[in-house]
């Protein structure tokens, strides 16, 4: 709870400037500031640049420098003098080519598409001048500040093809929380041509329509505390059934709220689970399928029944965060949770732990074999065929000190016992993505020399190289 105490008091600090739907800016416009646009090449594939946060320890080593040196980018696609930097919004050409979408360089966090759109959470706020203007303006020629935007997949940067549609927070996901491990939600869902998205602040749940001049609201809560609200919304692809999550927060001395899960449609939502002090509604609570689960229980988001669960591991065996969560083949998911910790989670949501650092928790339901791994902090999962690859480090807190590769059978559920960092020639991990193209892993880290280098994990046959041409590393990759 400590760490959720630091983000409570983060928001809150936020709240104090973020309220409401819309918000005007107390910076002055720019009448030099320059027009945010976007622009997606005609691409049919995008992507967020990973270059990557976990170097920002290295030594000698700028975020900037590592990306340039290891995105490979070509300034024929991107633009001659184009800066691409980390957590940058990609669009990707058939020879793996990339090029920057906006024309400024703001971090994204997520990529969602609906029939016509490629919905973009971020923190899109522009920087200012000496003289406190803005350099970035919005459409309107107002300071740039905007939390998730609507841009057509055909933008040529033209007026009117982005929109904004939120101007606070949209759900608990922030840039300054380093990696996001806990506590944080995207806060947005999509289904065919409509958006869902909360607006954390202030407890409210909105929806926008391709082509409307404006989002509806169709839910709010009184937030628990100030400065907070709804965390994320769910929408069953099948249904259209909806469900919006308030997760457990402790807002200071004597003060605590269990959190709720709110369901039902577009005509409303209620109450559908409670927390109580035994059933606390935790923050790592995510979709699985067609369920949304929590601590003991789940929804079913077809029927809007909740059913019990078995969970196994600290706070459920949870996935910890949107990422880091790799689907298998029976229907459930793996993924890194609580404390740094694996575990997986099966079709009818029941967790097992498979690794931790500090000892195994299964009691019932789970045939799996878990390992305990002293001094081993899982970072970072990535599916690739038949396996998902994960690498921890010994400071759970800087995941720039990679010292185990790992590799989960995604039939077997079990994880190997080798420890595939000699197979590297590294002696520190410093991060891990996907190749822009071919979809191979690329494993970033040091040697003993502490020089940087990099190995390819091959996506079809699962052999390692370990002296690859450098690609372009992204995640998030969607085609549409």
Not at 338 to 358: G, K, Q, R
Not at 383 to 398: F, I, K, M, R
Not at 436 to 458: E, H, R
């Amino acid at each position: 709870m400590k760490t959720l105490i630091a983000l409570l008091t983060m928001l809150m600090v936020l709240g104090g400037c973020l309220s409401g739907q819309s918000t005007s800016s107390t910076t002055p416009a720019s009448s030099t500031g320059v027009t945010f646009i976007a622009n997606t090449h005609s691409s049919s594939i995008v992507g967020r640049a990973i270059g990557s946060s976990m170097t920002t320890n290295v030594a000698a080593l700028s975020v900037g420098d590592y990306v340039t040196r290891s995105l490979g980018i070509n300034t024929a696609v991107a633009g001659v003098g184009q800066q691409i930097s980390n957590y940058d919004f990609l669009a990707i050409n058939t020879n793996g080519q990339v090029a920057k979408i906006f024309n400024y360089s703001f971090p994204i966090y997520s990529i969602k598409t609906t029939s016509s759109y490629l919905i973009v959470a971020g923190e899109f706020t522009s920087p200012t001048d000496v003289n406190g203007q803005a350099l970035i303006l919005d459409e309107a020629g107002k300071p740039l500040q905007c939390y998730l935007y609507a841009i057509k997949k055909s933008a040529a940067g033209a007026a009117g093809d982005i929109t904004c549609l939120s101007k606070v927070q949209v759900g608990s996901y922030s840039a300054t929380l380093t990696n996001n491990a806990h506590y944080s939600h995207l806060g947005y869902d999509v289904i065919g041509k409509n958006v869902y998205y909360t607006d954390f602040v202030n407890g409210s749940l909105y929806k926008w329509t391709e082509g409307a001049m404006s989002p509806v609201k169709i839910f709010s809560i009184v937030p628990p505390f100030a400065g907070t609200g709804l965390d994320d919304v769910f929408v069953n692809q099948t249904t259209g059934n909806i469900c919006a999550l308030e997760s457990a927060l402790t807002g200071g001395t004597n003060q605590f709220d269990y959190g709720n899960i709110y369901c039902g449609t577009d005509a409303g939502l209620s109450v559908t689970i409670q927390g109580t002090s035994t059933n606390e509604v935790l923050a790592e609570t995510r979709a699985l399928n067609s369920y949304l689960v929590t601590t003991n229980q789940y929804v079913d988001m077809t029927t809007l029944a909740v059913h019990d669960r078995i969970a196994n591991g600290s706070n459920g065996g949870l996935p910890s965060s949107d990422r880091n969560v790799v689907n298998i083949p029976s229907g459930g998911t793996v993924q890194i949770a609580y404390a740094w910790s694996l575990s997986y989670m099966d079709a009818n949501a029941t967790t097992c732990e498979v690794a931790t650092t500090n000892g195994i928790n299964n009691s019932n339901g789970c045939s799996n074999v878990p390992q305990t791994i002293p001094g081993v902090y899982f970072q970072t999962m990535i599916g690739l065929g038949n396996y998902a690859w994960t690498y921890g480090s010994s400071n759970p807190n800087n995941s720039s000190t990679g010292n185990y590769l790992a590799r989960f059978d995604l039939t077997t559920l079990s994880l190997d016992t080798t420890n595939y960092m000699s197979w590297l020639g590294m002696a520190s991990i410093i991060g891990m993505a996907t190749d822009g193209l071919s979809g191979n892993l690329i494993v970033t880290g040091l040697n003993s020399a502490g020089a940087l280098t990099t190995a390819t994990i091959d996506a079809t046959t699962g052999a390692i190289n370990g002296t690859p041409i450098i690609s372009t590393a992204v995640d998030n990759r969607t085609t549409f």
